[in-house]
């Protein structure tokens, strides 16, 4: 179980870790929408993909991991805030991504 729900974690916030660092218009709009500065989309993107590769440590270094889950849960936070806050309700994916990282995280800690 473990295993299962830190890997579909990772590959989850891989993927939008990618999507956010190749430049994916996807991201940009959504930077528009919330009125954040494209110029943080790359940053968002190095988030996405720091977590990811902390999720992935935490195989050998369960603190990583953990650590890990906890910022992508905060950083899944902020994007359900950033969303409220412009009055867009459309929330379903960072909802999808926060309960993957809160499972990894939750997973974890009970191992």
Known sequence: MYV???VVAAFFTGSAAVFYLIG???PKTQADMKGIPRTYVPVLGLLLAAGTTGLAAGFAVPLLGQ???GGLILYFIGAIVAHLRV????????VVF???SAGALAVSLAR
């Open 24 to 26: 994916h218009d996807y």
């Open 4 to 6: 299962t729900i830190t």
């Open 87 to 94: 009055g867009s309700r459309n929330v379903i994916g960072a």
């Open 98 to 100: 926060l309960a993957v």
């Open 67 to 69: 650590l890990a889950a």
